[in-house]
């Protein structure tokens, strides 16, 4: 079963932050974030681990919160370069992810 | 910087056809995967392989099959293309467990 993301969409302005979860209905080992622009591949922010690990990439950051099944992406003070499409990959163990649906993120001028 | 190549970008077909779909990787991975991506289901594992002539179904191994003669390369493979098979497949290969994923550029293949 897939993760959930939430929200689906969101829209910025340059400078705002803004919270992008992803939620599962299994025990997780490990939450990976990906960020794909328009008509490019999916490129890799960072892994979380079992354990609460909070870890960051620029101005984006992210924590799992395993009582939870929860992971949340944070952008911080967001930059143009920020818009694309984000997605969690979970993992309950093994290589083998499980993609969310993907939340698109828009920032403007 | 990890390569993974995706021998086409774009590519059309006939329903019935055998389709064969190729991914290389650089580095010497030994894991590698193919999902394939639709709006608004994000990124779903069709198969991947742990190494050499091994695989393992997915989430949607339905109507597909692969083949990883060598370690560079995974090949998926769609038996009888259907309509239903359009879509953007993209590959990925990986170091090991809780690594990151390379992913190619992706093939956004029509079935017609």
């Known amino acids: 079963q897939q993760p959930v993301q939430s929200p689906q969409a969101v829209i910025l302005r340059e400078g705002e932050d803004a919270v992008i979860n992803c939620s599962s209905s299994?025990?997780?080992?490990?939450v990976h974030w990906y960020r794909q622009k328009h008509g490019e591949a999916p490129v890799f922010l960072m892994i979380?681990?079992?354990?609460?690990e909070q870890k960051g990439h620029e101005k984006i950051s992210a924590s799992f919160n395993e009582k939870k099944q929860q992971s949340s992406l944070y952008l911080t003070a967001s930059q143009l370069s920020y818009s694309g499409t984000y997605f969690c990959?979970?993992?309950?163990?093994?290589?083998?992810?499980?993609f969310g649906g993907g939340t698109r993120v828009l920032v403007k001028p | 910087d990890v390569k993974v190549t995706q021998s086409s970008r774009y590519l059309v077909k006939r329903t019935g056809e055998k389709v064969f779909l190729e991914c290389v990787q650089d580095?010497?991975?030994?894991?590698m995967f193919w999902y394939r991506q639709d709006p608004g289901l994000g990124l779903r594992l069709i198969y991947f392989?742990?190494?050499?002539?091994?695989?393992e179904k997915g989430d949607i191994p339905e109507g597909y099959s692969v083949s990883r003669e060598k370690k560079e390369r995974f090949s998926l493979i769609l038996e009888s293309a259907s309509t239903n098979q359009t879509s953007m497949y993209l590959c990925?290969?990986?170091?090991?467990?809780?690594?990151?994923?390379?992913f190619g550029d992706g093939t956004r293949l029509s079935i017609l």
């Open positions: 990925a290969s990986t170091s090991g467990t809780y690594q990151p994923q390379h």
């Open positions: 299994k025990a997780l080992y490990s």
């Open positions: 979380l681990l079992k354990g609460g």
């Open positions: 990959g979970t993992s309950t163990a093994g290589n083998k992810l499980t």
């Open positions: 580095m010497d991975h030994e894991n």
């Open positions: 392989s742990y190494d050499v002539k091994m695989k």
